[in-house]
Every structure is written in structure tokens, then in C-alpha cells.
């Protein structure tokens, strides 16, 4: 038994190859086009600052929850012998601050 082919099975072949080759090409073009390129760096960027965005988001609330947690009672009720210290030092840097702003001017 003969593997020859007919020239209409090799021609078929030819054209077969031709086409997925062509479709590779596009493949390949569209890749490396710099519109693709740029899009792909913009997409890894969002997505990058959106989970830093969400981790920061995540740590300033663990921070929020922990300072809440010690200016206040279970019940919600500010402890008075915590928060006025914390309001009289606040007070005192903006104080200062200001203090040593107009006196840089002056």
C-alpha cells in the first residue's frame, strides 16, 4: 500500500498551513502592536494600584478600629481619661505649628 498523496490532497494540505500561518501572523501582529502592548502595561498598573489601593485601605481602617478601640468604651462611650489627653496634645502641635508659621513670616 502505497503513502503517496494526489496533488488535490498536497494542494489542500498547502492551503491548510497557509491559513493557520496566517492566522498565527494576526496573532502575533496583534501582540505586539504597540496599542496591545500599552493596553496590557495600563491593565497590570490598575490592577497594581488597585490591591496597593486595598491593602492601604485595609491597614488605615486596622488603625482606625485599633485607635477607636482605645479612645472608647464596648458600649461606644468615649473615655474621657484617654481622648482628653489626645485632644489637648493635638491642640497643642497645631499650636505650634501655627506658632512657629507666623513667626517665620514675621
Known amino acids: 500500500m502505497s503513502d503517496a498523496r494526489t496533488p488535490a490532497q498536497i494542494e489542500a494540505d498547502i492551503v491548510r498551513r497557509r491559513e493557520k500561518l496566517a492566522v498565527t501572523l494576526d496573532e502575533i501582529g496583534i501582540r505586539v502592536h504597540p496599542k496591545t502592548i500599552i493596553g496590557d502595561a495600563k491593565a497590570k498598573v490598575n490592577s497594581t494600584v ?57
Open 50 to 106: 488597585d490591591q496597593t489601593a486595598g491593602r492601604a485601605f485595609v491597614a488605615v481602617n486596622r488603625v482606625v478600629s485599633d485607635v477607636k478601640a482605645h479612645l472608647t468604651h464596648a458600649d461606644g462611650a468615649p473615655r474621657l481619661d484617654r481622648v482628653v489627653p489626645a485632644a489637648l496634645a493635638v491642640v497643642a502641635v497645631v499650636g505650634l505649628i501655627a506658632f512657629a508659621g507666623r513667626k517665620g513670616k514675621g
